[in-house]
């Protein structure tokens, strides 16, 4: 794979304990094989209040936009507690639906830093989703 700018891990869901659930840990997990790996310096929580399940895996409910724990900060925790360096952790804890991760973590965190060549984590069901909405003026691939 070649060098990427930064490395965007999309949030999944957090369990009713406020901790990744098993598909957003998975996607954690993945993004920190790929910077492991040496593929981008830099990696993007992304994800704000989102949904929560529980130990069956149902969605229960969406939290409220003032809640706490937030989506990204959950996983930038996670990242740290496995030695990535906080100076190489950005979040974007606005916005959980997909669209609004992008646009959020576009003006946050890649425009300002010029970051255009990316690779987005998350499941193969929502790969194609991602790349469709960052398909203008972003180089995205997908890993899931």
């Known amino acids: 794979m070649t060098q990427k700018d930064a490395i965007v891990i999309h949030s999944g869901f957090l369990t009713t304990e406020g901790v990744l659930d098993p598909e957003s840990l998975g996607r954690v997990d993945k993004g920190l094989e790929l910077?492991?790996?040496g593929v981008a310096s830099l990696i993007i929580m992304n994800g704000g209040p989102g949904c929560i399940r529980d130990a069956d895996g149902k969605v229960l409910n969406h939290l409220d936009p003032r809640?706490?724990?937030?989506q990204a900060p959950v996983m930038a925790a996670y990242a740290l507690?496995?030695?990535v360096p906080a100076e190489q952790i950005l979040t974007q804890d606005y916005s959980?639906?997909?669209v609004g991760e992008v646009l959020f973590n576009l003006g946050?965190?890649?425009t300002p830093r010029g970051l255009r060549n990316i690779v987005a984590v998350?499941?193969?069901y929502h790969g194609p989703r991602i790349l469709t909405i960052t398909a203008r003026g972003y180089n995205t691939t997908s890993e899931n």
């Open 96 to 98: 959980s639906d997909t």
């Open 35 to 37: 910077l492991a790996q």
């Open 108 to 110: 946050m965190n890649l």
């Open 67 to 70: 809640s706490n724990p937030l």
């Open 122 to 124: 998350s499941t193969a």
């Open 81 to 83: 507690s496995r030695g």
